[in-house]
Nanobody, 123 residues
Framework: QVALVESGGGLVQAGGSLRLSCAAS????????MGWFRQAPGKEREFVAAISSSGARTYYADSVKGRFTISRDNAKNTVYLQMNSLKPEDTAVYYC????????????????WGLGTQVTVSS
């Protein structure tokens, strides 16, 4: 019922920044918590960040804490992931997702998923 499309990925040097966007359609995302996940080659999909439906609460994986910031603009039906101080190990396909739960951090807790956007960090 909710279609999610990520954008903003690309190639960046280590230490650089990227801002990912996730545009939703089909219905408003204001009722959903939103999250970002990533999947590197040969690895399982891992949690990156989550934000509650109102934006009042956020949670980050330890690996990105202090470097990444998740935010949302419910009026624009869009979620963002600001990524600073990027490292080569951040290279992955990044996915946004929507959940009915408060602040979910697990793959199975999200109902709707985008198709991902590639982020490549060179050394």
């Amino acid at each position: 019922q909710v279609a999610l499309v990520e954008s903003g990925g690309g190639l960046v040097q280590a230490g650089g920044s990227l801002r990912l966007s996730c545009a939703a359609s089909g219905r408003t995302i204001s009722r959903y918590a939103m999250g970002w996940f990533r999947q590197a080659p040969g690895k399982e999909r891992e949690f990156v960040a989550a934000i509650s439906s109102s934006g009042a609460r956020t949670y980050y994986a330890d690996s990105v804490k202090g470097r990444f910031t998740i935010s949302r603009d419910n009026a624009k039906n869009t979620v963002y992931l600001q990524m600073n101080s990027l490292k080569p190990e951040d290279t992955a396909v990044y996915y946004c997702a929507a959940s009915e739960l408060l602040l979910p951090t697990s793959y199975g807790q999200y109902r709707y998923w985008g198709l991902g956007t590639q982020v490549t960090v060179s050394s």
